[in-house]
C-alpha cells in the first residue's frame, strides 16, 4: 500500500540472545533453516504493498547490510523509495526502545521528504504472517491516532500511526518527555485515541536463546509450519545458488527440515539443517539446529545443541543439552573430542 512507509527498528540488543548475537544483530539472527529474523517483517511489508522501507540499526550491522544488500530479493532496489539504512551507533542505550525518536531525528529527512500518509513502525524479531493493510484499514476506519498491534493481548511493538504525528511526536519530545513511539502508547494520561490490533495467526518474539530454540523446533509441526508459510504471502530472503541435498544410502532422516547444498550421511532426527552442512557418518543429531556451513563428524552424538554458522565438530564427539536449556557452540569454532565436557 503506497499510503504506508515502512520502519524497523533494529537497535535493539538482548542479553539474553547474547551467545547468538555475538557477532551479528539480533536483526540478522539466522532462523527457519535459510531466513533470518528481519526476513519476517520485511516481507510482510513487502507483501502489504509497503514501498519504502527503512531499517534503523545499531549494532553489529555488517551482517545484516550484507544479508539484505539492495533489498532485490524483496523488490525494494527502486528508483524511488526502497531500501534505506540509517545506523546510529552513538545512540545511548537509554533510548534503545522500539521507535526511538532521537534516533529518528538524526535521519529526519528520511521522513520529511517521505510522501506516505501513514507510517507502520515495527521490531525486527517478532516472527509472523500479518497483513498490514487489514491493520490501516481498521486504523483508518476507527479513526484512531495510533494502532497497536497484539498478540493474545501482549503488544507485538507494531504501530501505525499517521507521518505527520510521528513528526510532531519526534519535533516535541524534549516537551512531552516521551523517547519512543511505546512511551506514548503506554502513557495513560496523553489525549490521543489509541486502538488495538488483536493479530490471531502464529507468533514467536524472540528473545531469548531459550526462545529461539522452542520456536525453531516449533517449525517442525506441519500446522505451526502453515501458519507462517503462508503461499500467497511468501517469506523472502537472500538468494543462494546451490546444489540439492545429497543423501547417502546410510543417511536417516526423521522429521527434520533439511536446506540445501547439504551433505547428509548419518541419523537426523526432529532437527532444523541450515544451508550447506555436512553430517558425517554414524553420526546421530537430534533436536537440533544447525547453522549454515557446520561440519559434524564421524560417529558424534548430539541432543539439544545450537551450531552456529561455520563451526567444526570433529569426530566422536559427544555433546547433550536439554530442551530448555541448549548447549550453543559458536560461531566459527571448533568442537573436538578432548574438548568434550
Same mark, same amino acid.
Given at each position: ?25 539480533? !536483526? ?15 516481507? &510482510?511489508? /513487502? %507483501? ?24 532485490? @530479493?524483496?523488490?525494494?532496489?527502486? +528508483? ?9 551507533? *552513538? ?31 515495527? @521490531? ?17 476506519? @476507527? ?5 497497536? /498491534? ?5 503488544? =507485538? ?21 516521551? %523517547?519512543?513511539?511505546?512511551?506514548? #502508547? ?17 507468533? !514467536? ?32 530472503? +537472500? ?10 544410502? *546410510? ?35 537430534? &533436536?537440533? #539446529?544447525?547453522?549454515? +556451513? ?10 539439544? /545443541?545450537?551450531?552456529?554458522? *561455520?563451526?567444526?565438530?570433529? &569426530?566422536? /564427539? ?19 573430542? =578432548?574438548? @568434550?565436557?
Amino acid at each position: 500500500m503506497k499510503m504506508m512507509l515502512g520502519v524497523i527498528d533494529a537497535t535493539t540488543y538482548m542479553e539474553p540472545l547474547r551467545e547468538l548475537a555475538a557477532h551479528r544483530s539480533v !536483526a540478522a539472527v539466522p532462523f527457519a533453516g535459510r531466513y533470518r529474523l528481519i526476513d519476517f517483517v520485511l516481507s &510482510n511489508m /513487502v %507483501n502489504s504493498g509497503i514501498e519504502s522501507v527503512a531499517i534503523f540499526p545499531k549494532y553489529q550491522y555488517r551482517s545484516l547490510m550484507d544479508h539484505l544488500g539492495s533489498g532485490k @530479493n524483496w523488490d525494494l532496489n527502486r +528508483k524511488r523509495d526502497g531500501l534505506f539504512f540509517f545506523p546510529s551507533p *552513538d545512540l545511548p542505550l537509554s533510548s534503545s526502545q522500539i521507535g526511538a525518536f532521537q534516533h529518528f531525528e538524526q535521519h529526519i529527512d528520511y521522513f520529511l521528504r517521505s510522501k506516505q500518509k501513514y507510517a507502520l513502525i515495527c @521490531n525486527s524479531y517478532t516472527v509472523c504472517n500479518i497483513d498490514y493493510r487489514l491493520v490501516l484499514e481498521r486504523h483508518i476506519a @476507527n479513526q484512531c491516532d495510533i494502532t497497536e /498491534v497484539r498478540h493474545h493481548g501482549r503488544s =507485538l511493538e507494531m504501530f501505525i500511526l499517521e507521518t505527520s504525528l510521528l513528526l510532531d511526536l519526534i519535533a516535541n519530545r524534549v516537551q512531552t518527555g516521551y %523517547n519512543s513511539i511505546g512511551d506514548v #502508547v503506554r502513557d495513560p494520561f496523553h489525549s490521543l485515541t489509541v486502538c488495538h490490533y488483536e493479530h490471531d495467526g502464529y507468533v !514467536a518474539v524472540i528473545d531469548s536463546v531459550e526462545s529461539y530454540f522452542f520456536h525453531s523446533l516449533q517449525l517442525l509441526q506441519p500446522d505451526i509450519w502453515k501458519q507462517l508459510f503462508i503461499p500467497s504471502r511468501p517469506i523472502y530472503t +537472500k538468494v543462494k545458488d546451490e546444489p540439492p541435498t545429497q543423501y547417502t544410502a *546410510d543417511a536417516v532422516v526423521k522429521n527434520s527440515m533439511i536446506a540445501n547444498g547439504c551433505v547428509i550421511e548419518g541419523h537426523v532426527e526432529n532437527c532444523i539443517v541450515f544451508r550447506g552442512v555436512k553430517i558425517g557418518k554414524g553420526a546421530v543429531v537430534k &533436536n537440533s #539446529v544447525i547453522m549454515q +556451513k557446520t561440519q559434524i563428524g564421524e560417529r558424534c552424538e548430539l541432543e539439544y /545443541v545450537i551450531i552456529d554458522k *561455520d563451526a567444526k565438530v570433529e &569426530n566422536d /564427539v559427544k555433546i547433550a543439552g536439554t530442551e530448555h536449556r541448549p548447549f550453543i557452540i559458536r560461531k566459527g569454532t571448533v568442537q573436538g573430542a =578432548l574438548m @568434550n565436557q
